[in-house]
């Protein structure tokens, strides 16, 4: 499966200048630069057949707005999974990133990031030929529920979420897999963060992390992380096999909301 070293996202979309967002910056950017990773994008209008370069027409049926065309998109599709196998990804998947789907997860991204290469199609305007996406799209994504201009946002997020995980890419090798929603977190949300002063605008830091006591650091972490999913995010408290500390941490944390 994993044969490549160096992940490839292609990315089919009207705007590629778009995806300089994380071409330029951060992490996303450090990990091109070590090659961690590689971008293309296509872009539709360039594959256009007809003089006036069109790529979206009126949708059959009548309607307000535009829909975008089977055949730029196919031929820009068939030109980044051309490139794909050029550069060694056997079978690359299509994507399309659609509101039209299940959101994604923390679980989701990880399988995704099994792929030695995705190509993501973004659509604009109304949406995309229907006969494109059930001839062309392996996968359809969603990011959440709710509708964006195009699909340029939701790619980003992906590859970003995806990125980051890769082996070099985080200064600190170890911090992508300790984040909420990792195995190694085991699903509940983050602790929170402290750095200096000491005290900010009359407000002390945690006697716990001042202790250095490594034990009673990581036990006041993990009851923070407790405290803050069983009020925030509840649902992610739901079905799951307890550790002995965990049960006496959640029964301090119910003590101490009693006494309230
Ligand atoms: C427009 C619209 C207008 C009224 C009622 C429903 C509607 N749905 C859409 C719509 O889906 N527009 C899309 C805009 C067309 C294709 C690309 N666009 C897009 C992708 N918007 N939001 C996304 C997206 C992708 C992944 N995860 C969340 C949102």
Redesign the pocket.
Known sequence: MNTRETKRYDVVTLFPEMFDAIADHGITRRGLDEKAWELQCWNPREFAVNAYKTIDDRPYGGGP?MV?MAEPLNAALDAAIKRQVAQGVAKPKVVY?????K?ITDAGIRDLLKEDGLVFL???????DERLIQQRIDLE???????????E???M?LIDAMVRLLPGVLNDGNSAVEDSFSPARDGLLDHPHYTRPEVWNGESVPAALMSGDHARIEAWRRKQALKRSLARRPDLMQNRAWSKQDLKLLDEIQQEQKKQ
């Open positions: 707005g975008m990133v659609t509101p039209q789907a959101p973004c659509g604009r305007y109304e949406g995309i994504v969603s990011i959440g529920d709710y509708v964006l201009s195009g699909g946002l939701a790619a997020v």
